[in-house]
């Protein structure tokens, strides 16, 4: 659908569902980012005035499944709060006026958004940003007004429950969208299960993806609005604070989360506001489940992108750049002692390492509005990365192989078939174990690689539970692979 056939419905719908006489609708621009709704400001002329709005349209295929009767609903409990968010105007459930479900809201004006890749988006103003962060995401967590504007639809979990329902709601979506096996989130699930935090002190309507990037400011030291809904539910307030202190969102300097504040003042400053504590062991718990959720919605994304179903930029860039942050994070927290091999940096091919330069320099500043520069810019910054890549794939995965089948084959020496209690697994671990790679196409090195991860990941849960001579060194072994596989396939964003 063209920008000027969206404009013609949306001024149809408009003036069909309430506005008083004639409406035109122009300037309509899509938004850059966006990943689970399609984003457009436009402007609507209607009784005369004219009103700066948002349109939130459901994709064909998003980042992640949501439901826009709760984003829409969110915004309705918390407008006139002290939570500040956008005055939501029109929800329209079915396709019939733009092919796909949609709401639409006020504009914000005169706001800007931080980059989540800007190392000092607030600066001079972080203290102030800081202190309304930290404060409002308490609002959210006290919230009894939202609350009960959202028990109806959406469903409460016992205190003692949340944490076990959204872990299960993360590991099916990972179920069902991995491309490649998982050990080291396979690892994280599994011991979040094994160390089940204390209950909730209290449900709380909890936003989902409350983190730097999904608020707009006015540039001089206010938050003006907070944005992106679209995963709120009802859980343990606690989800929220360790998302929002999640590394990735730390502007490159995770002692200041959200680039704001210090982390422990950021902390105090949310106790105070939601009447709440942050019980370090449960926090710990929360924290790590943010990462394995991460984790959940970059494999997801890759797998949207992989399909074809959603090809937007940024949803490569999550599934690649993202997930590989979370990887690394999740071994140095599961796995603290074990080193990690230190080599040099693959010398990237020049040609795509060219072509990324002269899109995110040249080209993205040329393009008419943010969403096209902002997807040239993150083609850009992928071509780069893909340039290192290009390089070091081949090299990486045959590393990876003969380093998981070494382990292997010290598992097959350690563990006998009545160890276990079934001979296939035995059979597999000696199998794989004597296998070595007889291609290095890169489809066939991956190949060999899945099916050695799945292993790995039977080995791992199988060493959780049995008792070996020589279990340590063996669990050391596995870390240390895994943890080199991550820092291999780490990519470190050229800008």
Not at 198 to 216: E, K
Not at 295 to 309: K, Q, V
Request: aromatic fraction near 8%; hydrophobic fraction near 45%.
């Amino acid at each position: 659908m063209s920008d000027t056939d969206l404009a013609l419905r949306l001024a149809r719908y408009l003036a069909e569902t309430g506005a008083d006489g004639a409406v035109e609708v122009f300037d309509i621009k899509r938004i850059h980012g966006g990943a689970s709704r399609e984003t457009y400001r436009f402007k609507a002329r209607m009784g005369g005035e004219v009103h700066s709005l948002i349109l939130r349209r459901d994709p064909v295929s998003s980042l992640i499944e949501t439901e826009r009767a709760v984003e829409f609903n969110a915004y309705r409990a918390f407008h006139g709060t002290k939570v500040p968010v956008p005055r939501p105007i029109a929800l329209e459930l079915t396709g019939e006026w733009l092919d796909r479900p949609f709401f639409i809201m006020e504009e914000i004006q005169n706001a800007q958004v931080g980059s989540v890749l800007a190392p000092d988006p607030y600066a001079p103003h972080a203290q102030a940003i800081g202190e309304q962060f930290w404060s409002i995401l308490g609002e959210i967590a006290k919230s009894d007004h939202a609350l009960a504007a959202l028990r109806d639809g959406l469903e409460a979990p016992a205190p003692e429950a949340a944490h076990l329902r959204a872990l299960d709601h993360w590991e099916k979506v990972i179920d069902e969208d991995e491309i490649a096996p998982q050990p080291i989130v396979r690892a994280a699930i599994r011991y979040l299960r094994r160390n089940p935090p204390s209950p909730a002190q209290r449900i709380s309507v909890v936003h989902g993806d409350y983190r730097t990037g999904n608020f707009l400011h006015d540039g001089a030291g206010r938050i003006t609005a907070i944005l992106d809904w679209e995963m709120a539910h009802l859980g343990d307030p606690l989800e929220d604070l360790a998302w929002a202190l999640d590394p990735l969102w730390a502007h490159h300097n995770p002692e200041r989360p959200a680039g704001t504040l210090p982390r422990a003042e950021a902390i105090k400053i949310w106790e105070r506001a939601s009447g709440l504590v942050a019980q370090p062991a449960a926090l710990t718990w929360w924290s790590l489940f943010a990462m394995v959720k991460g984790a959940a919605i970059w494999i997801s994304s890759l797998r949207e992108f992989h399909d074809g179903t959603n090809t937007d930029p940024v949803m490569v860039f999550s599934g690649l750049y993202c997930l590989s942050f979370h990887n690394r994070l999740i071994a140095a927290t599961l796995a603290p002692d074990v080193p990690v091999v230190s080599e040099p940096p693959a010398e990237p091919e020049r040609t795509l390492c060219v072509l990324g330069q002269l899109l995110m320099g040249q080209i993205a500043p040329q393009l008419e509005g943010s969403y096209a520069q902002g997807s040239a810019s993150t083609i850009g910054i992928m071509l780069l990365a893909a340039g290192v890549e290009a390089e070091r794939a081949v090299d990486v995965r045959v590393k990876e192989n003969a380093e998981m089948r070494a382990v292997l084959t010290k598992a097959a020496e350690t563990i006998s078939p009545g160890d276990h209690g079934f001979l296939s697994f035995h059979e597999a671990l000696t199998l794989a174990a004597r296998g070595q790679d007889s291609s290095y196409r890169l489809s066939e090195l991956d190949a060999a690689n899945a099916g050695l991860r799945r292993l790995i990941i039977d080995l791992q849960a199988y060493l959780e539970t049995h008792a070996l001579p020589d279990k340590k060194e063996l669990e050391g072994t596995l870390w240390r692979v895994l943890k080199n596989s991550a820092e291999r396939r780490s990519i470190t964003l050229p800008i």
